[in-house]
Every structure is written in C-alpha cells, then in structure tokens.
C-alpha cells in the first residue's frame, strides 16, 4: 500500500479532519484515507452528463439558436 505526506496542510483542516475521525470512531489517518478513497470513485460530472447524453441518443440534434448580437468594444475613458 502507498504512503503520502501531505506538508503545508491548514492547522485547521487538520483541526477539522480530527473532529470527523472522532465523531467515526477511528485515527485520522483511517479518516484521511477514507476521504482520499471516496473523493477518488467519485464520477466526474462532466463525464456522467456526456454518458447520460449519449445513451438518451446523442446531442447532435439538439437546435441551437443562432446568435444576433455582437460583441461591444470597451471605452475606458
């Protein structure tokens, strides 16, 4: 199993982390290490919607609507 150090870590996030080890019953390193594992599986959003887009059929026929407006040049005086 790998092993981190994690240097310049905010006293109070350290403060924090400790709370949350207590309040679950276990270290702060088990605490740290089901953080890491959990943020890790998390599905990046981006990726789920495209998923989700494509499985429903694609987005290549959504419409888009053409743009009128144009783009204003700033007058910093």
Known sequence: MAS???R?????VKAHIAEQAKEHGRSM???VREILT??????HIGLVLMQV???LGG???LPIAGRSDV??????E
């Open 53 to 55: 887009a494509q499985d």
């Open 4 to 6: 981190i150090i994690v």
């Open 29 to 31: 390193e088990a605490e």
């Open 71 to 76: 783009a204003r040049t700033v007058d910093f």
């Open 8 to 12: 310049g870590l905010d006293e109070s």
């Open 38 to 43: 959990r943020a890790a599986r998390r599905p």
């Open 59 to 61: 987005i290549d026929d």
